[in-house]
Nanobody, 122 residues
Framework: QVQLVQSGGGLAQAGGSLRLSCTDSGPTSGRHDMGWFRQGPGRHAPGQEREFVAAITWSDITAYADSVKGRFFISRDAAGKTVTLQMNSLKPEDTAVYYC???????????WGQGTQVTVAA
C-alpha cells in the first residue's frame, strides 16, 4: 500500500519560492507515477476538480501545467520514494491547497497525500 506524507509549503511573497515534498512511507517497493495537484480558494465544492500541476513518471519523465511551466520543477530522489515540487517566481494565483498523488496498480491517481497549504501574498 502507498502512504503519502507531505511536508513544506507555507507563506511566501509574490516572486518568492517554496518547496513541497511528498514521501511514500508505505511498504511498497518500486517507483510510482506521482503528481502534484492543487485546489484553490473557494473550489472545495463537490465536482470541482483538483487542478493538475506537475507529474513525474516511474521513469522520471516530467510534465507540467501551462500555468506553472518554467516556474515549478518536479523531481524525485535517488531512492525513488520522495518527490519534490520546487516552486519559484510564485504568484498570488498559486495560492491553494497542494496535494501529492500516486498511481499504484491503477491508470489513475488512487493514493493522495494529506494536502498542504501554500499562500502567496501580493
Amino acid at each position: 500500500q502507498v502512504q503519502l506524507v507531505q511536508s513544506g509549503g507555507g507563506l511566501a511573497q509574490a516572486g518568492g519560492s517554496l518547496r513541497l515534498s511528498c514521501t511514500d512511507s508505505g511498504p511498497t517497493s518500486g517507483r510510482h507515477d506521482m503528481g502534484w495537484f492543487r485546489q484553490g480558494p473557494g473550489r472545495h465544492a463537490p465536482g470541482q476538480e483538483r487542478e493538475f500541476v506537475a507529474a513525474i513518471t516511474w521513469s522520471d519523465i516530467t510534465a507540467y501545467a501551462d500555468s506553472v511551466k518554467g516556474r515549478f520543477f518536479i523531481s524525485r530522489d535517488a531512492a525513488g520514494k520522495t518527490v519534490t515540487l520546487q516552486m519559484n517566481s510564485l504568484k498570488p494565483e498559486d495560492t491553494a491547497v497542494y496535494y501529492c498523488a500516486a498511481k499504484w496498480g491503477s491508470n489513475d491517481y488512487n493514493y493522495w497525500g494529506q494536502g498542504t497549504q501554500v499562500t502567496v501574498a501580493a
